[in-house]
């Protein structure tokens, strides 16, 4: 029996081949939708990454026989348990190939070290912040994903059952087939509520007018999702990374600001036409023509991907997203978009579901955060 050997990442070059490592793992596979590698190094970069600013976290390579055949990162943020009043460790960016051993040598090296740390658990796949990808793929696994989500083998959830770990919450997400005409419920509440609370809906014609409300945009986000699971407050320097990060080239069309009479954000909803098919062409690499295909898919697509919503507590309930899914779903109509997937959502995150009863939807995807008390 070959031995396997787990190296921690400590040079660039290795941080690089803990990057590419999926690409080798998923060669040929139709359903994964790879992570552009820059984007990879900025998030796992401590010099790039504000997140680290209350995180630390370990990486490390698997080999056996010379060659690479698994990775997983360990993240703790102290933040997290400070506010959750816990002592986890994260594990993260978590692959291997169907061998025991390997993921065995893997979760071992992450529960060594939260041992080391007098940490009480063991959970994930998470990452620094609730906008990494998080959440094992345990349903859906001949279905494309997004850009904003993990896809994994089949063999992955059965390898952390046996390694001791249980369902400590699922995400669901749902394709959404984009209708004729807007639903009449929809627009109906749309019109009430905006006529009964004195809201409307912003009109944006190029990126840049999104920037005055980015930061509200974040905020909102930090006042709506605090009680989701593992929800972190995004601090001033996260906000300022993903707003670079998500408005540098978006299509306005598919984003609803809604504002208050006073011209404050109350709500928002934002869609992005599906890089999914694009990132696959690129396999992670922009250049020296990954960014072809992207640009493509940003002018001209079929299918839109709902990123996030969110709409300050003061609104919850009151229909306030009916004012941009109206928006979101003329957009689609007027240039011929025909299937939205939605975000992952909690699968006991109610009134977010019950928002696409008036849509023909499919749930197709579910992925699963798993724990294991040490």
Not at 55 to 80: F, M, P, Q, T
Not at 212 to 223: D, G, Q, R, V, W
Not at 298 to 308: E, G, P, V
Request: net charge positive; proline share 5%.
């Amino acid at each position: 029996m070959s031995k396997i050997e787990i190296k921690d990442v400590k040079s660039k070059s290795d941080l690089n081949k803990f990057i590419a490592f999926p690409n080798k793992l998923y060669k040929g596979n139709k359903y994964r939708v790879p992570q552009l590698h820059t984007f990879e190094k900025s998030t796992l970069s401590p010099k790039k990454n504000p997140a680290f600013d209350f995180c630390e976290a370990k990486y490390w390579l698997a080999y056996k026989n010379g060659d690479i055949v698994g990775r997983i990162a360990g993240i703790i943020s102290h933040k997290s348990n400070e506010i959750w009043k816990e002592k986890y460790v994260r594990f993260g960016w978590i692959d291997f190939i169907d061998d025991y051993d390997v993921s065995t040598a893997l979760i071992k090296t992450v529960e060594d070290w939260a041992k080391s740390l007098n940490m009480e658990a063991v959970h994930g796949p998470l990452g620094f912040s609730d906008l990494d990808l998080e959440g094992m793929l345990v349903e859906g696994f001949d279905e494309i994903g997004t850009q904003a989500v993990i896809y994994n083998y089949p063999y992955y959830p059965e390898h952390m059952e046996k390694h001791g770990y249980k369902k400590d919450t699922d995400w669901v997400q749902f394709e959404v087939k984009i209708p004729e005409k807007v639903p009449e419920k929809i627009q109906r509440i749309s019109e009430l509520v905006q006529k009964k609370y004195n809201l409307r809906l912003l009109k944006l014609k190029k990126s840049k007018d999104i920037l005055p409300y980015a930061k509200s945009l974040f905020e909102i986000i930090n006042e709506s999702y605090i009680n989701l699971y593992g929800f972190v407050p995004l601090t001033e320097k996260q906000i300022a990374y993903y707003t670079k990060q998500y408005f540098s080239m978006v299509n306005t069309n598919y984003i609803g600001l809604v504002v208050d009479e006073d011209n404050k954000l109350v709500g928002f909803g934002l869609s992005f036409l599906s890089l999914s098919k694009a990132l696959m062409k690129a396999n992670g690499n922009l250049f020296p023509f990954g960014f072809i295909p992207i640009l493509k898919a940003m002018k001209k697509n079929d299918t839109i991907d709902l990123l996030l919503h969110a709409v300050k507590p003061k609104y919850f309930n009151k229909g306030v997203p009916a004012i941009f899914y109206a928006n979101m779903t003329q957009a689609c109509i007027n240039e011929g978009v025909k299937t939205a997937i939605t975000s992952h959502i909690l699968e006991d995150n109610k009134p977010s579901i019950q928002m696409f009863n008036p849509y023909e939807t499919r749930q197709h995807l579910r992925r699963r955060i798993y724990i294991k008390h040490l």
